[in-house]
């Protein structure tokens, strides 16, 4: 049963102090404007929204339209863009990943058992003869005492690395089954880099990184971006790569070590083990050095205009990539269609106020989240309000496409004072807060605000709740884990105007509406909550 929207208006109203003649910016935020902005973000004349392509012409130019049209100031100066220099690097092995040892040697065929790349930016980068290392989960975290390099001087090496953290095996460990950072691909990335390996290598276990690999292999089939450094990113590892795990299976058992090795690596005081194996690989590259746009639309604040809160989107996606029953645009409607549309209905509802908010709002449509949060990164590091005057961010990503729920998740749930406005908020409209119901996946550190969260900046992001109105119990939870399943990161990811119900997306919209507003208007600064890892960041 649908509850008349009305309802939820009169809900609302009192606790974010608005009058009820004020009731228009709710009401900015409603289903029609909602598909209609996600039908045209998700269309395939958007070609899947990569940077780089037409479709990123397309994307930029929507969005900075848009905001004109509601009056809002360019966020750059007098641009609504801001400039995120990148390189486009479309890496292909050369051939089979070839694993030799004394014992024979094990091939392993490209997307089926092994993806592989590089972020160096040359024509041609070529491993030679690398031995390898098996190093645990590739950790290096003193405030738990885990130290998976120790003693290990893996210069001119390949290590290879297991995906999640410890805490994911045992819940004394780390965070327990919240991952932490350390469990995240990119660090293992980054700290291979750090200990100057040649080359790093992440075993997938489906439950542990919380995607198939089928995720990894449409994701890696194509060209990846980063962004551009003075080095080339020379200092980075050659290699990055991933491999099945029946892949890893295999060059265990030639490298003649337990079966279990990656038991034994769960528990405190592993140490490395060298395979006795070596690999070589040649990668050849494409690359293309471009430029691509963050977009930025301001609404001045009433009183103190230097501060601000932002709310953040990524209208990027994967574009035109590896064919799936023929489709081979990843139109990336739920991911992230409607987060960017959401932008758009907050920006709105804020301009039908009839005076703007004591503090400034940014609306930030950033580039490049798809390939590592690469536009939040570089707003991050270019921000046109200082780091120290940003309030919060707000961040929008997959939102809810299935109906209203009892609850909302807050994702990083214990993190910062956010979820306490979180919670007031949800209270407004009948409903409950709850943390993500998956925290292994390290979600906290798979979107935009992530990149605030490490410059001291306290972020909500939040997620679909799981508790259906109308429906029996866990038919909510089955809804986000089928679009995991059969749509994330594929061309599935469509926007059905007859299947989608609009009605959850809408009041959770409302919800952050509420939380802004409030932020928007208060001198306070919220804080990180102790324990969290950014507390020191902020001051």
Same mark, same amino acid.
């Given at each position: 049963?649908?509850?008349?929207?009305?309802?939820?208006?009169?809900?609302?109203?009192?606790?974010?102090?608005?009058?009820?003649?004020?009731?228009?910016?709710?009401?900015?935020?409603?289903?029609?404007?909602?598909?209609?902005?996600?039908?045209?973000?998700?269309?395939?004349?958007?070609?899947?929204?990569?940077?780089?392509?037409?479709?990123?012409?397309?994307?930029?130019?929507?969005?900075?339209?848009?905001?004109?049209?509601?009056?809002?100031?360019?966020?750059?100066?007098?641009?609504?863009?801001?400039? =995120?220099?990148?390189?486009?690097?479309?890496?292909?092995?050369?051939?089979?990943?070839?694993?030799?040892?004394?014992?024979?040697?094990?091939?392993?065929?490209?997307?089926?058992?092994?993806?592989?790349?590089?972020?160096?930016?040359?024509?041609? =980068?070529?491993?030679?003869?690398?031995?390898?290392?098996?190093?645990?989960?590739?950790?290096?975290?003193?405030?738990?005492?885990?130290?998976?390099?120790?003693?290990?001087?893996?210069?001119?090496?390949?290590?290879?690395?297991?995906?999640?953290?410890?805490?994911?095996?045992?819940?004394?460990?780390?965070?327990?089954?919240?991952?932490?950072?350390?469990?995240?691909?990119?660090?293992?990335?980054?700290?291979?880099?750090?200990?100057?390996?040649?080359?790093?290598?992440?075993?997938?276990?489906?439950?542990?990184?919380?995607?198939?690999?089928?995720?990894?292999?449409?994701?890696?089939?194509?060209?990846?971006?980063?962004?551009?450094?003075?080095?080339?990113?020379?200092?980075?590892?050659?290699?990055?790569?991933?491999?099945?795990?029946?892949?890893?299976?295999?060059?265990?058992?030639? /490298?003649?070590?337990?079966?279990?090795?990656?038991?034994?690596?769960?528990?405190?005081?592993?140490?490395?083990?060298?395979?006795?194996?070596?690999?070589?690989?040649?990668?050849?590259?494409?690359?293309?050095?471009?430029?691509?746009?963050?977009?930025?639309?301001?609404?001045?604040?009433?009183?103190?205009?230097?501060?601000?809160?932002?709310?953040?989107?990524?209208?990027?996606?994967?574009?035109?990539?590896?064919?799936?029953?023929?489709?081979?645009?990843?139109?990336?409607?739920?991911?992230?269609?409607?987060?960017?549309?959401?932008?758009?209905?907050?920006?709105?509802?804020?301009?039908?106020?009839?005076?703007?908010?004591?503090?400034?709002?940014?609306?930030?449509?950033?580039?490049?989240?798809?390939?590592?949060?690469?536009?939040?990164?570089?707003?991050?590091?270019?921000?046109?309000?200082?780091?120290?005057?940003?309030?919060?961010?707000?961040?929008?990503?997959?939102?809810?496409?299935?109906?209203?729920?009892?609850?909302?998740?807050?994702?990083?749930?214990?993190?910062?004072?956010?979820?306490?406005?979180?919670?007031?908020?949800?209270?407004?409209?009948?409903?409950?807060?709850?943390?993500? /119901?998956?925290?292994?996946?390290?979600?906290?550190?798979?979107?935009?605000?992530?990149?605030?969260?490490?410059?001291?900046?306290?972020?909500?992001?939040?997620?679909?709740?799981?508790?259906?109105?109308?429906?029996?119990?866990?038919?909510?939870?089955?809804?986000?884990? /089928?679009?995991?399943?059969?749509?994330?990161?594929?061309?599935?990811?469509?926007?059905?105007?007859?299947?989608?119900?609009?009605?959850?997306?809408?009041?959770?919209?409302?919800?952050?509406?509420?939380?802004?507003?409030?932020?928007?208007?208060?001198?306070?600064?919220?804080?990180?909550?102790?324990?969290?890892?950014?507390? /020191?960041?902020?001051?």
């Amino acid at each position: 049963m649908k509850v008349p929207i009305i309802l939820a208006l009169t809900a609302l109203l009192p606790g974010i102090g608005l009058k009820a003649q004020d009731s228009a910016a709710i009401k900015a935020i409603n289903p029609a404007d909602f598909a209609r902005h996600i039908s045209v973000l998700a269309s395939d004349a958007f070609e899947g929204r990569k940077p780089f392509t037409r479709g990123e012409d397309s994307s930029i130019q929507y969005l900075a339209a848009q905001f004109k049209q509601l009056g809002l100031k360019p966020g750059n100066g007098n641009s609504y863009f801001q400039e =995120v220099p990148m390189v486009s690097i479309s890496s292909k092995p050369a051939g089979n990943l070839v694993i030799k040892g004394a014992g024979g040697e094990v091939s392993l065929q490209y997307l089926e058992d092994f993806v592989a790349a590089t972020r160096r930016v040359q024509e041609q =980068v070529t491993i030679p003869t690398s031995e390898l290392v098996f190093a645990g989960y590739g950790i290096v975290a003193p405030e738990y005492n885990w130290n998976d390099y120790k003693g290990l001087d893996v210069k001119g090496k390949t290590v290879i690395v297991m995906i999640n953290d410890p805490g994911f095996a045992d819940s004394t460990l780390f965070k327990g089954r919240i991952m932490s950072y350390y469990g995240r691909w990119t660090y293992k990335f980054e700290e291979a880099s750090r200990q100057g390996a040649t080359g790093v290598i992440i075993i997938h276990e489906t439950a542990a990184a919380s995607y198939p690999w089928k995720v990894v292999r449409s994701g890696w089939s194509n060209s990846k971006l980063h962004l551009q450094t003075a080095n080339n990113n020379m200092h980075r590892t050659a290699l990055e790569g991933w491999i099945t795990l029946d892949a890893a299976k295999k060059i265990f058992q030639l /490298a003649g070590v337990s079966p279990d090795i990656m038991q034994q690596a769960r528990t405190k005081g592993f140490k490395p083990v060298d395979l006795h194996l070596n690999t070589s690989l040649v990668i050849n590259n494409t690359i293309k050095k471009s430029t691509s746009h963050n977009v930025l639309a301001i609404l001045p604040g009433a009183k103190r205009p230097q501060e601000c809160v932002v709310y953040s989107a990524h209208w990027d996606h994967f574009g035109i990539g590896e064919p799936v029953k023929g489709d081979s645009i990843y139109n990336g409607a739920v991911d992230n269609a409607t987060g960017t549309a959401g932008l758009l209905e907050l920006a709105t509802a804020f301009t039908k106020l009839p005076q703007p908010p004591a503090r400034s709002l940014l609306f930030l449509s950033v580039t490049g989240e798809e390939q590592g949060l690469l536009g939040s990164e570089y707003y991050a590091a270019h921000p046109v309000f200082p780091m120290e005057k940003t309030v919060a961010d707000i961040n929008l990503d997959v939102l809810n496409t299935f109906g209203r729920t009892r609850d909302i998740t807050v994702i990083g749930f214990g993190q910062s004072e956010l979820d306490e406005y979180a919670l007031r908020a949800a209270k407004k409209q009948g409903r409950i807060t709850v943390p993500e /119901a998956n925290p292994e996946g390290g979600w906290f550190f798979r979107s935009d605000h992530f990149n605030f969260a490490k410059k001291g900046v306290p972020g909500l992001y939040i997620g679909p709740g799981n508790d259906a109105i109308g429906h029996e119990a866990g038919w909510g939870k089955e809804q986000t884990a /089928a679009y995991n399943r059969l749509r994330y990161h594929s061309p599935a990811d469509e926007f059905d105007a007859a299947t989608w119900n609009m009605d959850g997306m809408v009041e959770d919209i409302r919800l952050l509406f509420d939380v802004g507003y409030h932020l928007s208007n208060e001198s306070s600064f919220p804080a990180w909550k102790k324990g969290s890892e950014f507390k /020191a960041y902020r001051k």
